[in-house]
Structure formats: C-alpha cells, structure tokens
C-alpha cells in the first residue's frame, strides 16, 4: 500500500547561505553542460534569501547549441516560500523570459512572460527552485510521497517526490549515503520522459543533490553530478563511508 502524499514541511535553520554547489553534465560520456546552485542573501533585503540556478553549454555542445539559462528565486528562510521568481532561458537564437509574483495576502501568483496570468494559490505554493529547497529542508520519510504545488509556465501543477530506496553513492570524493528520489511533475513533462528524472540527496540534514538523472526525448539520458560544494566539501555533516 502507497501512503497518502504529504507537504513539504521546512524545517528552519537548515538552509546554508553562502552554499554554491558546482555541476558537471555528460552525456554520452561527453561532458555537455556545467550548472551551479547558490545560496545568498538577497541584495537589499537580508531578511530574505535568493536561491540561483544557472547552467550553460560547453566545448563542441556550445558551437552547435549554445544553451544559458538562469533561475532565481527570493525565499523566506524560514518557510522556504516564494515572493518572486525570475527565469531566463536562452537556447541558441531563442530567449524566454519569465517573472512570477506572489500575492500571498491575496492568494494568487501573478506570471508575465509570453502572457499574463493569474493563478489561484495556496499556502504552500512555490515555484519549482523554490520547491527543490523546501524538499531539501523538508523531513523525508520513505513510503510517504512529497507533494508540492508549484506554478510553472503560467500554471499551477503538482510535483512529487518518492524515495526509491536508500543506497550509496561513489563519486571522487568518497562513498556516500543517500536517498534515490524520483520525482514526477506533469508540467516537466514536456521536456523528459514519463517517470525517468531522479535524484540522489545525501541521507542527512542537508539533503545535497550529488547527482540528477534524466531521460530526455530523442537525445537519452543525460546526468548531473556535483563536483565542488562550498564552503567545504565533502560536507562535514554528511558520514562518508570507504572514503578515497
């Protein structure tokens, strides 16, 4: 029996302002794509955090199909809920931008990109950066699905995060224990493969993504791992096990 889906719950003080997790993406064992994930203070507003994600093209990739897209996201740190999100994506000759506001005294998401929309929203909406600390603070329990309603591409859609099993994770910086998430969204969708992204967090508090796998139509599977997390890594509240 699958237990019913549980929200996110953020627990406080676990986020880590000034932590920039540093990516490489390969695929066909060819290196296509660096990503990094920062934390900071929001500029002007230190009662408030901004969370970026950035990633763009490298070496042949790059001369083919220059990809560079930004993501930012202003958060409470103690509820990991959103006031505004920012997205720019830019595929070759292509650009995207996109901004939502939150209205949470009024309960509703304000998105203008391509259009202008106005969703309904709940307490717990976010958008989908946001969404990925708030599973990263949240307390995760194996059998309970995390459910988060997030607005994306002027919607508002559901993700949700299972735990597949608990395992270890070898990369170069040692062995680790972690959480196999996998996580379903319809609005994503459009991009991967029905049920192929997963995640694997470190099994502590921090819950670190050390490596993101996915399934993209006709280009196939295509996979993040972490390279570099500061301040420091390995990070010291994770317990290494066969370190080399």
Not at 155 to 164: G, M, P, S, V
Not at 205 to 227: E, Q, W
Request: glycine share 6%; aromatic share 4%.
């Amino acid at each position: 029996m699958i237990a019913p889906p549980i929200h996110p719950a953020a627990v406080p003080g676990r986020l880590l302002p000034g932590e920039q997790l540093t990516y490489t993406v390969r695929w066909l064992g060819l290196t296509v794509m660096r990503g990094e994930l920062r934390l900071a203070a929001a500029a002007g507003t230190p009662s408030r955090l901004e969370a970026t994600a950035v990633a763009h093209s490298t070496g042949l990739v790059n001369w083919i199909f220059d990809v560079e897209d930004h993501l930012v996201s202003t958060i409470d740190p103690q509820t990991v809920l959103p006031t505004r999100f920012q997205l720019t994506l830019r595929h070759r000759m292509k650009s995207v931008t996109e901004t939502i506001e939150f209205d949470r005294a009024a309960g509703h998401a304000r998105t203008v990109g391509h259009a202008t929309t106005t969703v309904p929203t709940g307490p717990q909406t976010r958008d989908l950066l946001s969404a990925l600390y708030a599973l990263r603070t949240a307390d995760l329990v194996e059998g309970h699905p995390v459910l988060a309603e997030v607005v994306a591409g002027g919607e508002l859609c559901h993700l949700i995060a299972t735990i597949h099993q608990r395992g270890t994770l070898t990369l170069p910086q040692g062995t680790f224990p972690v959480l196999e998430v996998d996580v379903q969204a319809s609005w994503l969708e459009q991009y991967v493969q029905h049920q192929t992204l997963r995640v694997w967090i470190t099994a502590d508090p921090t819950h670190t993504p050390l490596m993101v796998r996915v399934k993209i139509p006709v280009v196939g599977a295509v996979t993040a791992v972490l390279d570099d997390r500061r301040p420091v890594w390995p990070p010291a509240e994770v317990d290494r096990v066969n370190v080399k």
